[in-house]
């Protein structure tokens, strides 16, 4: 394999590793967020408009932190406040993003114009970030108490309630930080590897982190390594577009979602779900 297609495969994984450890702080506290693929999206504008106006790439990654945790606490008042359907609730938000989104960046940004491009941070520096997100959410659940209670609550949120924690406390957080996570990928994308923004970029990016979730079995570790996978064959389909073949560039560009997809269905049953994932707990009531 050459170095360039490894160096891509990094620079192409390091935005979805940033949504799926999103993920897998959500829903290791039980909260199915199918709002993912949204928050990328808010976080991806966000950091393009603020790392465009300022000239920093870095205030356009502050700036998708600040926007995906926004949406978090839109996320956690539907999913944990009301009790909202997850499923329903997490779709319609990711359509709702991705029409506001295009909508705001058409407004602002002349349509069928040259879209400025902005200053663009290094890959080297994004994989130190990304390191820093794993080893903190890896730390976070092997070492603090917060972060043993949140893996607890996705398990059994009668028992966790029972010691004297706030359940929807722990929701609430945990799908705010997941929030932060996922804008952070988002803004790493556009100021990272593609210095831009056009509509739906994230090109369901958000989808595959949560596959890879699954894939992963909800370890930080692993949940590097199946990102490494989708990047590698993201890569890979870029490349194979460049070559003499009579197959449809289609194909290529569904390579790297349909491994996503075999990787996950072969690795699903050995995957261990959290107990209570998706489930509304009512306080006192009877389950």
Excluded: H, K
């Amino acid at each position: 394999m050459q170095f360039s297609t490894l160096e891509a495969a990094i620079r192409l994984a390091l935005p979805v590793a940033l949504v799926a450890l999103g993920a897998l702080v959500t829903e290791r506290a039980g909260v199915l967020n199918l709002g993912l693929e949204g928050m990328m999206l808010s976080g991806a504008l966000a950091g393009y408009v603020a790392a465009e106006m300022s000239g920093s790439p870095w205030l356009g990654l502050i700036a998708g932190i600040v926007i995906g945790a926004l949406c978090g606490v839109v996320m956690a008042g539907l999913l944990v406040g009301l009790r909202a359907n997850q499923v329903v609730t997490g779709i319609a938000f990711t359509l709702l993003a991705s029409s506001a989104t295009t909508y705001l960046f058409q407004i602002n940004y002349s349509i069928g114009g040259n879209t400025p491009r902005i200053n663009r941070i290094g890959m080297w520096w994004l994989v130190g970030v990304v390191a820093v997100c794993v080893i903190g959410v890896w730390f976070v659940f092997r070492r603090t108490s917060w972060g043993l209670a949140l893996a607890a609550v996705g398990e059994s949120p009668v028992a966790v309630d029972a010691l004297g924690y706030r359940v929807d406390r722990l929701r609430w957080s945990a799908t705010i930080v997941g929030g932060g996570l996922a804008g952070l990928g988002g803004a790493a994308l556009v100021c990272g590897p593609l210095g831009l923004f056009i509509e739906n970029v994230t090109g369901g990016r958000g989808w595959v982190a949560l596959a890879i979730v699954v894939f992963a079995g909800w370890r930080p570790v692993p949940t590097l390594a199946g990102a490494l996978l989708f990047g590698l064959c993201d890569a890979a389909q870029l490349r194979l577009q460049g070559t003499t073949t009579t197959i449809p560039y289609e194909v290529f560009l569904a390579l790297p979602y349909l491994v996503t997809l075999v990787a996950l269905v072969l690795r699903a049953r050995a995957s261990r779900t959290p107990a209570a994932l998706g489930r509304p707990y009512v306080r006192g009531a009877i389950t």
